[in-house]
């Protein structure tokens, strides 16, 4: 099992700034891509920015020149900077990480997420 717990989440003004962190723990063999995703209420999941093992990432429209995400892979860590938070950023952020174990099964783990709340 992989546990992710991610921090760094609260509340902002608009046009402010947050680090979000999220830690891989547990019996970790290989970690591939990691990833953070976003809920806003009524809304569904929705990916935010993803980077693989050797560092490449991929990003949402919607964030792209305002997120940058990083990764420290001998932590098991994934970063997401965030600046020029808008209301529209508002969400419970989610942590995720693809992990392949000794039999080269890949799964998907979650983390628990952490409220980004932005005011106008």
């Known amino acids: 099992q992989v546990q992710l717990v991610e921090s760094g989440g609260g509340l902002v003004q608009a046009g402010g700034s947050l680090r979000l962190s999220c830690v891989a723990s547990g019996r970790i063999f290989v970690i591939n891509g990691m990833g953070w995703y976003r809920q806003a209420p009524g809304k569904q999941r929705e990916l935010v920015a993803t980077?693989?093992?050797?560092?490449?990432?991929n990003y949402a429209d919607s964030v792209k020149g305002r997120f940058t995400i990083s990764r420290d892979n001998a932590e098991n860590t994934v970063y997401l900077a965030m600046k020029g938070l808008t209301p529209d950023d508002t969400a419970v952020y989610y942590c995720e990480a693809d992990h392949r174990n000794r039999l080269g099964i890949v799964s998907d783990y979650w983390g628990q997420g952490t409220q980004v709340t932005v005011s106008s």
């Open positions: 980077i693989a093992s050797g560092g490449s990432a």
